[in-house]
């Protein structure tokens, strides 16, 4: 019971160090999974036992017999589900060609490499090396994200990162689970005609199990035959029906059901989709704390031992510095990418979590089918995930200011709120060569300005989402534009620092219109107006305009023409060089205002005849 509650206990903690510390979780998760278990045996306890024995002589521990394995089949079952529940079709044509290369080209690569080099290094046989190389493909958003989070990056490298981690997640595991497969019906006769055969019933079962059940589920979801506090239960409880019932027909198959059952779901009409998704994370985060400080404590220093020679650096090296680069480059070939872009992707690709967990499942059982070599599988996957996670994390900062991908200055824009007129200035923002992205809880607003092309986000403002988006590195203004005072002055206060370094703003209120003196200084535009007034004039006069300013008195003038005029809104200078700065509600604060610059308003166009008479009186 100690030993049990231990290891939750310990893997919360390790959760939560990740979360404070800003590091991936499967670095705690790991250390502390072979302190209490080889290093423990080796060092630390007198009569050489673990601290936490998973399984001992076969018989004894905490999961005796098979259990281990039953468990962690299981937990990986889920975890998988999720992964596939993230992979949509959409996406993966939105993405850009260079991630779709990174995912296809860029993984054959590592797949036939990596394969290659343990092959002639280690000299394990070709199954065994491809079924290494196939664990290694997957990099992982739960290992990317934390060691992005804060190095400000241009959108471009930063969502390719993004986007080849959540994709090449599930697509890396479904080949490391087809390999396995293949290697498990081979059996020491070969691949025969039978062993073949045997392989096409997995893939046969798998496939219709996970399609079949998914739209089993899907259908029952949005029939309401379910009620709604059992969803998450009864999805749960089918993803594990479909992996059980999938291993009875064809032994090996309920991994490939639960990935395709998570695809099918992910990309259906699913009304329920989103809770789905959060209550399988929540769950994943559970099994994963549990699962890898039992798999790294599982792990014996004998096994550990096999790692201590110059071959393992020599793999390791050549994997980081040679096959991952050559992936890179060749997937960017002929991309907008610069060279120094391209020389950072290929430094960040630290291995996930689905690597280690399949590695451990997949090495223990070739391992008991007796096959040659499977000794070597848990630990060079183990050492490549927590070599690369531990060099990204020291390193990839300090990289990204030595090649020169290191944002000095964020100068990207984060807009609260997706109304018409929050999208008629993210537009024009965006248009300005600004990157642009705006947040709401209201799913119309984001779809319309997803399809006016502008970066959107439907997220909450009280959640976590935005916390762990890599995609705003770049971010360093911050506008709420909402209607609601209670949530402009929440984002002020909870994101200034995060997303408000330039600088941040938010619409005045109806109160401080009455009371000019209560004005802050964070207010946005004209000091009478505020959401209202800003939505009648975007209803009746859609438009942003610029108009060239003479002179600082000129500038003087157009802000009082505008403020007169109930048509017109002053949103923004723009300099000589093209540079945008908000017009705040204390107009003065704008300094060197003059010739060649621009008035970029919205509403009603202005009468230039009427500015030029005005000016000479």
Do not use: C
Not at 133 to 139: D, G, N, Q, R
Not at 301 to 324: C, H, N, P
């Amino acid at each position: 019971m100690l030993e049990l509650a231990g290891i939750i206990i310990l893997g919360i903690l390790a959760q939560w160090v990740a979360w404070k510390l800003k590091i991936p979780a499967i670095l705690p998760l790991i250390l502390i999974g072979l302190l209490v278990g080889p290093i423990a045996s080796e060092f630390l306890s007198e009569d050489g036992s673990k601290w936490i024995e998973p399984v001992w002589n076969g018989e004894k521990g905490l999961f005796p017999g098979e259990g281990l394995y039953y468990f962690v089949s299981l937990a990986i079952s889920i975890i998988l589900f999720e992964g596939g529940l993230t992979l949509k079709r959409s996406e993966i044509r939105n993405v850009g060609p260079v991630i779709t290369k990174l995912i296809t080209l860029g993984s054959a690569i590592t797949f036939f490499g990596a394969g290659a080099l343990a092959y002639f290094i280690f000299n394990l046989s070709w199954e065994l090396s491809l079924l290494f190389s196939a664990l290694i493909i997957v990099t992982g958003p739960t290992v990317i994200t934390p060691i992005l989070r804060n190095i400000p990056l241009k959108k471009d490298i930063s969502t390719v990162l993004k986007w080849e981690g959540i994709l090449i997640d599930p697509i890396g595991a479904l080949v490391a689970v087809l390999v396995f497969e293949f290697i498990s019906v081979g059996g020491d006769s070969g691949f025969t005609k039978t062993a073949l055969i045997e392989f096409g019933k997995i893939l046969l079962f798998g496939t219709t199990f996970g399609f079949t059940f998914a739209h089993a589920l899907a259908f029952a979801v949005n029939k309401k035959l379910i009620p709604h506090y059992l969803l998450n239960v009864v999805s749960l409880s089918t993803v594990l029906l479909v992996f059980v019932e999938s291993e009875i027909f064809a032994h090996e198959s309920g991994l490939l059901a639960v990935v395709v059952m998570g695809m099918v779901l992910g990309n259906g009409k699913l009304e329920s989709i989103k809770e789905l998704l959060y209550f399988k994370e929540s769950l994943s985060v559970l099994l994963i704390s549990i699962l890898f400080i039992l798999l790294a404590a599982n792990i014996n220093i004998e096994d550990m031992r096999l790692l201590y020679t110059w071959k393992t650096a020599a793999l390791f090296g050549l994997v980081v510095f040679l096959i991952r680069p050559l992936a890179v480059f060749a997937s960017t070939q002929g991309s907008k990418l610069k060279f120094n872009e391209k020389l950072f992707i290929s430094w960040v690709g630290p291995r996930g979590i689905v690597a280690a967990g399949i590695a451990s499942l997949f090495g223990s059982k070739l391992i008991k089918q007796g096959v040659n070599g499977a000794e070597y599988i848990t630990p060079l996957v183990f050492m490549i995930v927590l070599g690369t996670v531990l060099l990204n994390a020291t390193t990839a900062r300090f990289f990204a200011k030595i090649v020169g991908v290191f944002l000095k200055r964020s100068e990207g824009i984060l807009i609260v709120g997706a109304s018409p007129f929050a999208r008629l200035i993210g537009d024009y923002l965006e248009n300005n060569g600004r990157h642009v992205v705006l947040i709401d809880s209201n799913q119309t607003n984001i779809q319309i300005a997803q399809e006016q092309g502008l970066d959107a986000i439907n997220t909450d403002i009280y959640s976590e989402e935005l916390n762990n988006n890599i995609e705003l590195s770049d971010v360093g203004f911050l506008m709420a534009l909402t209607g609601s005072k209670d949530i402009n002055n929440y984002a002020i206060n909870r994101f200034r620092d995060q997303f408000g370094e330039s600088g941040y703003f938010r619409l005045i209120t109806s109160d401080e219109i009455d009371d000019p003196d209560s004005i802050p200084k964070e207010a946005l535009f004209s000091p009478t107006d505020d959401f209202s007034s800003l939505t009648e004039v975007s209803r009746k006069f859609p438009e942003i305009h610029e108009t060239d300013i003479n002179s600082r008195a000129h500038y003087e003038e157009l802000i009082e023409i505008t403020k007169a005029q109930e048509d017109m809104i002053p949103l923004l200078v723009k300099d000589k060089k093209g540079i945008l700065e908000v017009i705040s509600s204390h107009n003065k604060a704008i300094e060197n205002v003059g010739e060649g610059y621009k008035f970029v308003y919205l509403g009603k166009s202005i009468d230039s005849k009427t500015v030029a008479a005005k000016a000479k009186k």
